[in-house]
C-alpha cells in the first residue's frame, strides 16, 4: 500500500561572503576591527515538495496531489566603524517566494540595526537589537528540550531555525533597547568584578487595550583570587529583573508589576587538568502585583466603591444602630425613635400616616415625624468611623 503522506525536502543553503570570515548576523571578526565600511551578506534558498497519495486520494478530486513551493533568502548586512571605538550595523533581508509573478513575491525589511561603542576606555554600550543572558532564574533562554542525538540529516534545516530565531548558542534572548557594562580588576583579594545593567521593549502598545511593556534590570558580579591548596576560586553574583507595563501608553488602566531577586554562586572546589569539581546554585524571590491606572475617573470610582465594601458592610445591624443612635451628635426625640420605627417597613408608615390623615390637625405633626427621623440618622456617626453607619430613609407618606 502507497503512504497516506509522502514528503521530500530539498534544502541547498548557500552563504555569499563579500567579506571573509563575517556574516550578515552578528559583528565582524575580531581580525576585521577598525575603521572602515564592509559587506557581507548570507543567502539561501529552500525548495520543498509534497505528495499526497493512497487510495482516499484515488477518489478524492478535489485535493492536489502533488504541490511544490520554496523560498529564495537573502542578508545583506553593511557594516561601519568610524572610528576605533563606534560601530554601526544593519542588515536588510530580501526574500522572494517561487511562485511570484513579476515581483509580487518579494518582501523587504529591516532584519537587524544597533550601534555600539565604548566611552572614555571604561563604559561599554550597545542600542538597538542586542543580545542579553543573565541566569536562568531571571532573564534566560534554555536549550531545546528532548533534542539529543539528532541525525545529521536534520542539522541543515536546525541550523536556518538557529539563525532566523537568532539563537547564539549562549542562552541570549534577542531584545531591542539598550545595555550598559563595564569591569573592575584588583590586585588581591578579589580577581575582577563586573557591571551590567539593560532595560527593552517587550511589546509596543495596539493604543487601545495592549499597554507596551518593558524590562529592565542588572547584575554585579565577583571573582575572588585563587586560593587554597586546591586552586579553589569562587564567583557570586546578585541579579535583579523588574518588568512593568507602561500605561500612559494607548487606553489600558490596568497593568503588571513583576520583580525578580537571585542570588548566584559557582564555586571551583579542585581545579586540576583533568577534572574539576564545582559547586553551583542559585536561589531568590519574585513578585507580581497588578497596577491600576487611577487617572481614569471611572475606574478610580469602582476602586474606591470596592475598597467602602470590603471596610463594613451596606446594611448595619441593630446593635451598630442603637450604637450609632448612643453617640449621634443631635439626640433629640425623634432621634431616639429610629431605633424604634428603622425595623418597620416603609409600608407600615404608609398606613400610619393615612389613618393620621383622618384625624384632623395632627396630620402634618405625624406624617412630618418620619422625615425628621431619617434627617437625624442620616447624621448619626460612630465615633470610631467617620463613615455614616445608620442611613435609613423611610418614605414620608404624602399629607393633603
Partial sequence: MRPLLRTSLFLAALTLSLAPGALAQGAPEPEEDGPGVRFNGYGRSLVQQTGLGGTISDTDTLSVESLSDGEFLLDLAVNAQPNDVTEVQGVIRVRNEFGGFFGSGVTVEVRE?????????????????????????????????????????????????????????????????????????????????????FVARLRATDFFEVPTRFIGGGRVGATSARFGPYDSQAKLGVNLVYTWDDLGSGEANTGIRN??????????????????????????????????????????????????????????TRSSRSDCLAHSKAPTSACRRCSSTSGRSSTAAR???????????????????????????????????????CRLSPSTPRTP
Avoid at 572614555?120 to 554600550?125: E, I, M, T
Avoid at 550597545?126 to 531571571?138: E, K, Q, S
Avoid at 393620621?356 to 395632627?362: A, D, F, K, N, V
Fill in 351 to 389: 398606613r400610619r400616616a393615612s389613618a393620621s390623615t383622618t384625624r384632623g390637625p395632627r396630620a402634618f405633626t405625624t406624617a412630618s415625624a418620619p422625615a425628621a427621623t431619617s434627617r437625624c440618622c442620616a447624621m448619626s456617626r460612630c465615633p470610631a468611623s467617620s463613615t455614616p453607619r
Fill in 113 to 197: 540595526l544597533w550601534a555600539r561603542g565604548i566611552i572614555a576606555d571604561v563604559l561599554r554600550y550597545r542600542v538597538g537589537d542586542m543580545d542579553v543572558a543573565l541566569t536562568p532564574y531571571t532573564l534566560y533562554l534554555p536549550e531545546a528540550d528532548g533534542v539529543i542525538n539528532t541525525p545529521a540529516l536534520f542539522r541543515p534545516l536546525r541550523e536556518v531555525i538557529y539563525y532566523d530565531e537568532f539563537y547564539t548558542g549562549f542562552n541570549e534572548r534577542r531584545l531591542q533597547g539598550g545595555k550598559l557594562d563595564f569591569g573592575l580588576q584588583f590586585e588581591q583579594g578579589i580577581e575582577a568584578a563586573e557591571v551590567r545593567a
Fill in 259 to 316: 520583580s525578580v531577586v537571585s542570588f548566584d554562586g559557582d564555586v571551583t572546589v579542585l581545579d586540576r587538568d583533568a577534572f574539576d569539581l564545582h559547586l553551583i546554585g542559585e536561589g531568590g524571590f519574585s513578585s507580581v502585583e497588578r497596577a491600576m491606572d487611577m487617572d481614569d475617573p471611572e475606574e478610580a470610582r469602582r476602586s474606591r466603591l470596592s475598597k467602602t465594601t470590603q471596610r463594613s458592610p451596606r446594611t448595619p
